[in-house]
């Protein structure tokens, strides 16, 4: 499929974004969890940050963790992927 790749990055992102979202997960957290390498997660936190993404990375006892502080809006001042996670069925 001539689109294939690029669709894979895309889901990639979106799944490291919902992760992000929970607050739990690390660098080596998230590549754990989504099977890839280390590089890929800091590759796709940039991107995401890139596409105005909140994203940092805060300390606590046990390490770092991301944590997603706002994400970019459209012009009716909704959540961008809002209707994404309703079309997926992921609640706020």
């Known amino acids: 499929m001539m ?4 669709l894979e990055i895309e889901n990639r992102l979106h799944a490291v974004l919902e992760l992000i979202e929970t607050g739990e997960y ?3 957290g998230l590549a754990a ?31 770092w963790r991301y944590v997603l502080k ?5 012009r009716s001042g909704d959540r961008a992927d ?6 997926v069925g ?3």
Do not use: K, W
């Open 70 to 74: 706002s994400s970019p809006t459209t």
């Open 33 to 63: 969890a989504l099977g890839v390498s280390i590089p890929t997660i800091s590759r796709c936190v940039e991107a995401l940050r890139e596409r105005g993404h909140d994203i940092r990375a805060v300390r606590n006892a046990d390490g």
């Open 3 to 6: 689109y294939q790749r690029s």
């Open 26 to 28: 690390s660098t080596p």
């Open 82 to 87: 809002q209707s994404r996670r309703e079309s």
């Open 90 to 92: 992921v609640t706020a």
